[in-house]
């Protein structure tokens, strides 16, 4: 049974720091691209950050510079370090596994960026 599940949501204030995991089982992680996705109250999900099975990396323009994400293969696990966090980085976030054949989302942790 494939599962991604995320923790590390909260309330911050601005300019804190948070860091999301996303814990995958169920199918081999090291083999997939890994995506975070955000989606704000009324708004369309956005593309946040990659990272490919190389490690190859990707960020928006939006978080570029703040947000760090990376994966470790031996735990299944891909991280997003976010820093100098924005009132407009309030958002629900999701990890996304990724090949060519399978599309595998988690269900989201909560982020609150708010003085």
């Known amino acids: 049974q494939v599962q991604l599940v995320e923790s590390g949501g909260g309330l911050v204030q601005p300019g804190g720091s948070l860091r999301l995991s996303c814990v995958a089982s169920g199918f081999t992680f090291s083999r997939f691209t890994m995506n975070w996705y955000r989606q704000a109250p009324g708004k369309e999900r956005d593309l946040v950050a990659t990272i490919t099975s190389t490690s190859t990396t990707i960020y928006a323009d939006s978080v570029q510079g703040r947000f760090t994400v990376s994966r470790d293969n031996a735990k299944n696990t891909v991280y997003l370090q976010m820093n100098s966090l924005k009132p407009e980085d309030t958002a629900v976030y999701s990890c996304?596994?990724?090949?060519?054949?399978?599309?595998?989302w988690g269900q989201g942790t909560q982020v609150t960026v708010s003085s």
């Open positions: 996304n596994a990724q090949n060519m054949w399978w599309d595998y």
